[in-house]
């Protein structure tokens, strides 16, 4: 894969980019303005996700589905997590959990499943009862709710593929999915389930590219210029460990073969990483 081509088209758009928080700070003479774009800057904003090019079926010599987790307790990894005060954060700073949901609230993405097969669509209101759990104490009533600071991780799904007009490997991300506790075990003291994640929506990713790379992430490097989650995800700024790979057995996962063993599990997730990034190789040799 030519790496070094789609960083530097990753640089450019995002050095292009200006974020909402910095903009017109320099210019403002009260607060209200800081982060209200003037006319001038509205005018040559071309701000956009960088469009995926048409992939013909047929070009695709080789591809492979896998499943991937993103563990948010890794340093690198914490960009997807904060900021978790919504209080003390700029409006246009929100964690990744936030921004779908948001995104989800205000109709701004619809192709929300409850699974990654996107088999069965999920609307707001069981959007609420997957997040939202009301429970009678007495004469009160207990609202618990899962939050930013509830989610432990990301489920992707992607697709790598060998692009034969363009002779390069390629990823290509499909869905997403935020993995947090059951909302219906939380408050609940006879149930011991914090050791457990769980999927609570698939969001399809291509719909949600627009929304996404509008959301920025702090560059601790250079706060003017800052990244958006949509060219984070892209350029696979993340740590990930595969956990499934489309396979003959129902596409079983790696636990379900390999069990009872977190290092042979980390290994056979390792080997299927070797065997994806030696097929572009592969693809030269033969």
Sequence with gaps: MNWKRFYMILVLVTTVGVTNAQSNLLNAKKAGEIGVKSEEQ???????????GYIADRDVLWSKVVWEYVDL?????????????T????????????????????????????????TSKVNID??????????????????????SELIEGYMLKGMWYFDK???????????IAPMGPDVQSLGVEEIDDSENVYELFWVFYPEARDLLHKAKVFNPKNSSQPI???????????????????????????????RGNSLF?????????DGIRNREMDMWNY
Excluded: C, H, M, W
């Design 42 to 52: 509205k005018a040559v904003d071309k701000d956009k996700p960088l469009p995926y």
């Design 73 to 85: 307790s890794q340093k690198i990894n914490l960009p997807y997590y904060f900021p978790i005060d």
């Design 87 to 118: 209080l003390n954060a700029p409006s246009n700073r929100r964690s990744l959990f936030d921004t779908l949901l948001k995104g989800v609230k205000s109709g701004q993405l619809t192709e929300v499943y409850t699974d990654s097969y996107f």
């Design 126 to 147: 069981e959007l609420d009862q997957l997040l939202v759990n009301s429970r009678q104490n007495g004469d009160y009533v207990d609202n618990y709710e899962i939050k």
């Design 165 to 175: 007009r363009q002779g390069e490997l390629k990823y290509r991300l499909l869905a």
């Design 228 to 258: 958006s989650y949509d060219n984070l995800l892209n350029a696979r700024r993340f740590n990930a460990t595969i956990v499934k790979e489309e396979n003959i057995y129902g596409n079983r996962g790696i636990k379900d073969y390999v």
């Design 265 to 273: 599990q980390l290994l056979e997730a390792d080997k299927i990483k």
